[in-house]
């Protein structure tokens, strides 16, 4: 983190120091919300969550090396404070003004489905170039992405953002601290419906993102997604669109899906062609290669770098991660879910040249008022694409059983009672896809069939 003095965060959030205000010239090198984080000269938001208090843990931080607390109210303790009605706005006008230090080109990543994989093949690929710092982990929401912004180093070239959302506003608030030079959007899918209502609800709440992009920024989106399309312009700004189809400005030929080695596909831009091998699973990672390709070229990028790019793409757990084992051939996907992303998966699995191929499937959180009919025609689509076994475990997921006819079901209610089964139901050599919404904790059964 570039540091900062606590005058400078005192001034950003409106605060009340509490303290020696000769102290006021102290330089602050991290900014941490964990108190087992807390380090050397670091500032401590104490937050109040729904499990702990941050204010109960002011004093150990202090014990750490932290030499002031951002507060809600005055905690005795010999440690500098800055007291504030509200920590967790106050970390964002603090993240809204550090961001401010930096002049480089900041891109915000969203979208129904695929933020993670795009932004970590957009740093992929400009990382074969540029000194690139990104989102870790899930850091993507209110209190994630003005961490993200504190961990970004002064050496930093490219800033690539995840963001995410589940209401109208959110995607304002984040853009305004962001501010982001590209946008973009990989999809538009059924997600967090019990708070945006449709697809229509979705698109208006994902694309609050441009309210506050900085001028002559750019737009990127997924020309295949017929919501994304409706788009023609944004204030004069015309959209680059990406994706498979060759409508898009940027498109793909896929030459060859032969899963485990990857995806040879031919990249096509401006009536020129650069070959390259993803080495990842599933089409929609050559969507997520398309919009690399198209920042890549923005950016300058030769095409060498960016194939050098595409082609030291990692997979990380719990998202499309391949892994074969002695018996199977297993998707791990298990961190989220929606009717978008499982249909998706299960295209995935089709590919496949295994003798079985099997879903494991759980409950779609966040969906609404129809979310028992999106389970059922999630099931519908298990059955029609072909599916040979559908396990489910959770109440929504049961309804995905009811929609079939040839394909060989099972219901659980619980991981445990799926797990126990398992050994007579899956065949050396099936193809298994597992996927839930995250609070299914599906990598349980990930672990019991890869351990």
């Known amino acids: 983190m570039k540091e900062l003095t606590l005058r400078e965060i005192l ?3 409106n605060g009340e120091f509490i303290g020696d205000e000769s102290k006021l010239n102290l330089k602050i090198n991290a900014i941490v919300t964990d108190s087992r984080k807390a380090v050397e000269n ?9 499990r702990a208090d941050g204010h109960s843990f002011v004093e150990n931080t202090y014990k750490q090396g932290a030499v002031c607390a951002l507060v809600e109210e005055r ?11 509200s920590t967790l706005q106050a970390v964002k006008d603090i993240a809204l003004y550090y961001r401010s230090l930096f002049n480089i080109p900041f891109i915000g990543v969203t979208g129904s489905v695929g933020k993670t994989s795009t932004k970590e093949m957009l740093a992929s690929v400009l990382g074969a170039k540029f000194k690139v710092h990104k989102t870790q982990g899930n850091f993507n929401n209110e209190l994630g992405v003005p961490l993200t912004l504190f961990a970004l180093e002064e050496d930093r070239e490219v800033a690539i953002i995840e963001m ?54 750019k737009i990127f989106l997924n020309g295949d997604d ?99 084992t002695d018996n199977y051939t297993v998707i791990d996907d298990c961190y989220n879910a929606n009717p978008t992303s499982v249909k998706a998966s299960i295209d995935v699995i089709m590919n496949f040249k295994n003798p079985r191929k099997v879903c494991i499937l759980g409950d779609m959180k966040e969906l609404g008022r129809e979310e028992k009919t999106l389970h059922r025609q999630t099931g519908a689509y298990a059955e ?3 599916v ?30 799926l797990i126990a089964e398992l050994p007579k139901i899956l065949k050396k050599d099936d193809a298994i896809l597992i996927k839930a919404s995250h609070s299914m904790k599906f990598e349980e059964i990930v672990k019991a069939i890869t351990k």
Do not use: W
Request: hydrophobic share 35%; net charge negative.
């Open 11 to 13: 001034n950003s959030c």
């Open 42 to 50: 670091s500032l401590f938001v104490a937050i109040k969550g729904e």
């Open 75 to 85: 905690v005795d303790s010999d440690i500098l404070q800055i007291k504030v009605k």
């Open 164 to 217: 995410g959302i589940s209401d109208f506003e959110e995607m304002t608030r984040l853009s305004n601290i962001v501010k982001p030079d590209y946008c973009v959007i990989t999809n538009i899918g059924c997600c967090h419906l019990e708070f945006l209502g449709d697809r229509d609800g979705v698109l208006k709440a994902k694309t609050e993102m441009f309210l506050h992009m900085k001028k002559n920024g």
């Open 226 to 324: 017929d919501k994304l399309r409706e788009i023609t312009d944004y204030n004069g700004i015309v959209p680059v669109f990406y994706g498979l189809g060759k409508t898009n400005d940027y498109y793909a030929e896929i030459i060859e899906n032969n899963t485990q080695k990857g995806i040879k596909c031919r990249l096509c831009y401006d009536s020129k062609a650069i070959d390259a091998t993803i080495p990842a699973i599933g089409n929609h990672m050559v969507s997520n290669a398309m919009a690399a390709v198209a920042i890549g070229k923005s950016l300058g990028m030769a095409d060498s770098e960016i194939v050098k790019g595409i082609e030291s793409y990692t997979t990380i757990d719990g998202r499309n991660n391949l892994i074969v």
């Open 384 to 386: 029609e694409k072909g």
């Open 388 to 417: 040979h076994v559908l396990l489910t475990v959770g109440g929504l997921a049961k309804e995905m059983q009811t929609a079939l006819k040839n394909t060989e079901g099972y219901h659980f209610d619980t991981n445990e009672n």
